[in-house]
C-alpha cells in the first residue's frame, strides 16, 4: 500500500509524540521530525529519525504529515500559520491532525487545506502514554475512505483499535465523547475510593473488588494503585483534560445537548489546575475530593 513507502513528517513530540514516532522508526519508516523544543529531535535523531527546521519544511519533504499538538490554537498555527505545513505542501499531501481538538476547528482547517489539493484525516488517539508506548493506541478517524486506506499501515504502526468514524471532524467528535466518559469515571473511582477509606476499609481491597464486578474499568486498572500512593506522574496532564473537557462543553452547545455532569466535572478539573496541579496526571482529580471530604487515602 501507498503508506507502508510514504515519506512521513511528524510535528509535536510531547508525551504522546516521541513514542508514537518511535513506534514508525520500528516499522521501519524514517519521519522527519520538528519540535518546538529541540531536546526530544536530538533524541530521536540518534534513533534514526531526521531533524526538519520547520512545519514547512517537514511539509517540503513529505507525503503525509502527522500532527501532535496540545490544542486547536496550536494546529492552527503550524498548519496554516507563517512557516507552516501548508506553505511547503504539494498537491496530494494527506494531514494527519492526531491532536485532540475542536471539531469545528478541524472542519475549518480541512476546508482552508482543500483548495491547495490537501487532503486531511482527523485521527485523535486514546491510550495514554502507555498505549503510545506500546503502540496499542485507540485511534478514531474523520475524514474521507481512500485518505483513511492510505493511512491506514501508518495507524497500525501506532495503534490496536483503528476505526474511521465517518466525515472529517468525526474523529475528534468521537474523541470528546471518550474524554467525558474517562473524566467521568476517573470522578467516580475518586469518590469510591475516598468514600471506602474514610469509612475505614483498604483503598487495595476496595480497587480488587470493585475490578472483579460489573464496576471494572480501565481507569481502576490502569491508574488506581497509582491514585492510591498519590504518583501522578502524567500520562495525560490535568490541564489538557480540562482543554478536552472545554471543547466537549462547546461541542454540546453547538448541537444542543445538555452534559450536567460534564460541567460538573469540567469545574473539579479547572480547580485541580487553579490550585497549582495542571500538570499532573489527570486522576490527580482523586485530590479534590479528598480535599472536600478532609482525608487523604494515602495517609488511611
Given at each position: ?104 476547528v478541524t472542519r475549518t482547517i480541512a476546508a482552508e487545506l482543500v483548495s491547495s489539493g490537501v487532503r486531511m484525516l482527523d485521527a485523535p488517539v486514546s491510550g495514554g502514554d502507555k498505549g503510545a508506548i506500546a503502540g496499542t493506541l485507540s485511534i478514531m478517524v474523520g475524514g ?157
Amino acid at each position: 500500500m501507498e503508506g507502508e513507502k510514504a515519506n512521513i513528517g511528524f510535528v509535536g513530540l510531547g508525551i504522546m509524540g516521541k513514542p508514537m514516532v518511535r513506534n514508525l522508526l520500528k516499522a521501519g519508516y524514517i519521519p522527519q521530525v520538528y519540535n518546538r523544543s529541540q531536546a526530544a529531535v536530538g533524541e530521536l535523531v540518534a534513533e534514526g529519525a531526521s531533524a526538519a527546521s520547520s512545519p514547512k519544511n517537514v511539509a517540503e519533504q513529505s507525503d503525509i504529515v502527522i500532527t501532535m499538538l496540545p490544542d486547536s490554537p496550536d494546529v492552527e498555527a503550524v498548519v496554516l500559520g507563517s512557516d507552516g505545513v501548508l506553505e511547503g505542501s504539494k498537491e496530494g499531501l494527506l494531514l494527519i491532525d492526531m491532536s485532540t481538538i475542536s471539531p469545528v476547528v478541524t472542519r475549518t482547517i480541512a476546508a482552508e487545506l482543500v483548495s491547495s489539493g490537501v487532503r486531511m484525516l482527523d485521527a485523535p488517539v486514546s491510550g495514554g502514554d502507555k498505549g503510545a508506548i506500546a503502540g496499542t493506541l485507540s485511534i478514531m478517524v474523520g475524514g474521507e475512505a481512500e485518505d483513511f486506506e492510505r493511512a491506514l499501515p501508518i495507524f497500525e504502526a501506532m495503534g490496536k483499535t483503528i476505526r474511521h468514524c465517518g466525515p472529517v471532524g468525526s474523529g475528534q467528535v468521537v474523541k470528546a465523547c471518550n474524554q467525558i466518559v474517562v473524566a467521568l469515571v476517573i470522578e467516580a473511582v475518586s469518590e469510591a475510593l475516598v468514600l471506602g477509606s474514610k469509612a475505614g476499609v483498604s483503598p487495595e481491597v476496595i480497587l480488587q473488588v470493585l475490578g472483579g464486578g460489573l464496576a471494572q474499568n480501565r481507569v481502576m486498572d490502569l491508574r488506581g494503585p497509582t491514585m492510591i500512593s498519590h504518583d501522578f506522574t502524567p500520562g495525560f496532564k490535568a490541564r489538557l483534560h480540562r482543554k478536552d473537557m472545554k471543547i466537549i462543553l462547546e461541542t454540546a452547545r453547538e448541537f444542543g445537548v445538555a452534559l450536567p455532569v460534564s460541567a460538573l466535572v469540567d469545574q473539579m478539573f479547572s480547580g485541580l489546575v487553579a490550585n497549582g496541579k495542571g500538570d499532573l496526571d489527570h486522576s490527580a482529580l482523586l485530590t479534590i475530593i479528598e480535599e472536600m471530604s478532609n482525608h487523604s487515602i494515602n495517609e488511611a
